[in-house]
C-alpha cells in the first residue's frame, strides 16, 4: 500500500504524489496543445527540479519520443543533437544553454500556463509511451567513436527498473534521494523507481550537499543514491560540522554507482553509520544490470532476474571464478538501437551476449567484482573518454593531449595540453576550449607546448605527457 503522506519534495515546493499527478496531467493537455503527441521527437535539456520530472511524467503521458541532453551540453552540441534526433520540440529552464534558432519552451511558464487547466485523464498513463521503439533517447559517448544517441523502448526501460526495484529493496513507505543528474541513467532510474513503487522523492540540490543534506533530515531520507565523489564529500562535511551526520539517521540504504567503489570509503561508511555502501553496476546501452543489497553488501552484487553475467578472456573462453576478463552480459533490457549521423535508427541486435569494455571477475557465490574500464575517466559523476573530448576540440582547431589526474574529490582532474607554435598564453586556450566544451569535460588546468613530446613511432609520446601532468 501507498503510504498516503509519500511526497515530491523540492527546495521550493513540497506537493503529495496524487496533487504532483495531477499538475503533470495539466502539463500534457498543455503539452498536447503545442502539438505534441504520440510519437512526437522532443528534447529535454534542464536541471534537476519538480518541474523536470512534472515535465517528465507529462511526456510520457502524451508518448512523446524523449531525448535526453544534459543540461551542461555545449549550445552546438545540442543544436547537432536536435538536428540528427529531428526534434520537433525542446523543453528547457532558465539556466540551459540552447542555440539560437531552438525556440524552446520554458518549464517554469509551462507550469504558470496551466494552474488554471483541468485535466480530462483520471491518471497518469505510461502505456502508449511504452509500446514506443524510440520512447527514451539517452545521449552518451562510448570510448571511441562520436556521441550516441541510444534508443530505448519506455516498456523496456521501465521493466528493467521494477526488477530493479525488487532486487535492491525498494518499499512504498521509502524516502528516495538521488544526488544525480537526471538526464543520465542512473539518475533518471530513480526518479521513475519512486514511481514505480509510489514512494517519496526528494529532489535536492546535489551540487550543494550541505543543503541536500538538511533536505534529507528534513523529509526523512532512507535511500541515498551518489556517485563516490559525492559520499566522499558528505564525509568532508560531516567531520568539519559533526552535527550533519544526525541528518542521515533515518537511511537505511547508500547506494553508489556511476563510477568505481574503493573499499576504503567503503569502510569508512560502516565505521560512521554501520552501513555499507550498496555498489551497483550497470549502462546507458544495457540498462542497469546488477546491485549489491543489504543482504549481500559484496562488491556489485549478483545480477538481477532475467540477466546472465559471464567473465571472458582476449579469445572469448569463459573465465573460472575469481579470473579477471571482460564483462559480458546476456538483457533483455538492451538498447533496441542507434541513432545514425542522417537520423534513421539503426537496430542494435543487441541479444545473446553483449561485450562490455569493461574488466571484472565473479566470485563463488556470482558476484560481480567491477575493476574499471580502459582509457575511461571518472569525473564529477560523468564518464568520460578524454580521446573523445581531444577529437571533438580538434575540430575546432585545438590541437590537444589530454592526462587525467587522480583527485580523490572530483574522481579526475583534466590536464590539456595544446600544441601551439605561436605559443599563445594558457588562458588564451583555456577560453577557447571552455567554449566549446561542457563544464564536466572542461581542463583544470592547460599546459602549452610548441610541439607535444614524440616517441619511437612518431605519436605523442603519453608517458612523457603523464610526468608533465605529474610535474604541473
Not at 525488487?166 to 544526488?179: A, E, F, I, K
Not at 540498462?287 to 549478483?302: E, K, M, Q, S, W
Not at 575546432?396 to 605559443?423: K, N, W, Y
Request: net charge negative.
Amino acid at each position: 500500500m501507498r503510504p498516503m503522506n509519500a511526497k515530491i519534495l523540492a527546495p521550493d515546493s513540497v506537493r503529495t504524489i496524487e496533487d504532483f499527478e495531477q499538475d503533470a496531467l495539466r502539463v500534457a493537455e498543455a503539452i498536447r496543445e503545442r502539438g505534441v503527441g504520440l510519437g512526437t521527437r522532443v528534447m529535454l535539456k534542464a536541471g534537476n527540479s519538480a518541474n523536470y520530472v512534472c515535465v517528465l511524467y507529462a511526456l510520457m503521458h502524451v508518448g512523446a519520443s524523449i531525448v535526453l541532453v544534459d543540461q551542461q551540453e555545449h549550445r552546438e552540441e545540442t543544436r547537432r543533437i536536435a538536428v540528427r534526433t529531428g526534434v520537433k520540440v525542446t523543453f528547457v529552464d532558465d539556466d540551459t544553454p540552447v542555440y539560437a534558432d531552438a525556440d524552446p519552451v520554458h518549464l517554469y511558464e509551462l507550469m504558470v500556463a496551466v494552474t488554471d487547466h483541468e485535466p480530462t485523464a483520471p491518471a497518469l498513463d505510461f502505456t502508449a509511451w511504452g509500446e514506443l521503439t524510440d520512447g527514451l533517447i539517452m545521449w552518451t559517448s562510448g570510448s571511441t567513436g562520436s556521441p550516441k544517441g541510444v534508443v530505448k523502448s519506455g516498456a523496456s526501460f521501465l521493466r528493467n527498473l521494477r526488477r530493479n526495484a525488487d532486487q535492491v529493496g525498494h518499499r512504498s513507505d521509502d524516502v528516495l534521494m538521488p544526488l544525480l543528474p537526471f538526464a543520465h541513467q542512473y539518475g533518471l532510474s530513480m526518479v521513475l523507481i519512486a514511481w514505480l513503487t509510489r514512494c517519496s522523492l526528494v529532489i535536492a540540490p546535489y551540487r550543494r550537499l550541505d543543503r541536500a543534506l538538511r533536505m534529507a533530515r528534513d523529509a526523512g531520507v532512507t535511500v541515498v543514491d551518489a556517485t563516490p565523489s559525492s559520499y566522499r564529500s558528505i564525509l568532508g562535511l560531516i567531520a568539519r560540522k559533526p552535527a550533519l551526520r544526525d541528518h542521515l539517521t533515518a537511511t537505511r540504504m547508500f547506494c553508489v554507482g556511476a563510477a568505481p567503489l574503493d573499499a576504503p570509503l567503503v569502510e569508512r561508511y560502516v565505521a560512521e553509520f554501520g552501513l555499507p555502501l550498496l555498489d551497483s553496476y550497470g549502462s546507458t546501452e544495457l540498462g542497469n544490470i546488477a546491485f549489491a543489497t543489504l543482504d549481500n553488501p559484496v562488491a556489485t552484487g549478483r545480477p538481477m532476474q532475467g540477466i546472465r553475467l559471464r567473465i571472458v578472456d582476449e579469445d572469448g573462453r569463459e573465465l573460472s571464478a575469481g579470473e579477471t576478463g571482460e564483462i559480458q552480459v546476456d538483457t533483455p533490457d538492451a538498447l533496441l538501437g542507434q541513432v545514425a549521423e542522417d537520423g534513421t535508427i539503426v537496430p542494435a541486435h543487441a541479444t545473446g551476449w553483449q561485450a562490455t569494455g569493461d574488466l571484472g571477475h565473479l566470485d563463488a557465490e556470482g558476484n560481480l567484482h567491477v575493476l574499471g574500464r580502459k582509457f575511461a575517466v571518472h569525473r564529477m559523476g560523468y564518464t568520460l573518454y578524454p580521446e573523445l573530448i581531444e577529437r571533438k576540440v580538434a575540430g575546432h582547431g585545438c590541437a590537444t593531449r589530454i592526462v587525467p589526474v587522480p583527485d580523490e574529490l572530483r574522481g579526475s582532474q583534466l590536464v590539456f595540453f595544446v600544441e601551439d607554435e605561436e605559443m599563445r598564453d594558457a588562458g588564451h586556450w583555456r577560453e577557447r576550449l571552455c567554449d566549446l566544451l561542457p563544464a564536466f569535460e572542461q581542463p583544470n588546468k592547460v599546459v602549452v607546448l610548441e610541439q607535444f613530446p614524440l616517441n619511437r613511432n612518431g605519436k605523442p609520446d603519453k608517458k612523457a605527457l603523464a610526468a608533465l601532468a605529474a610535474e604541473s
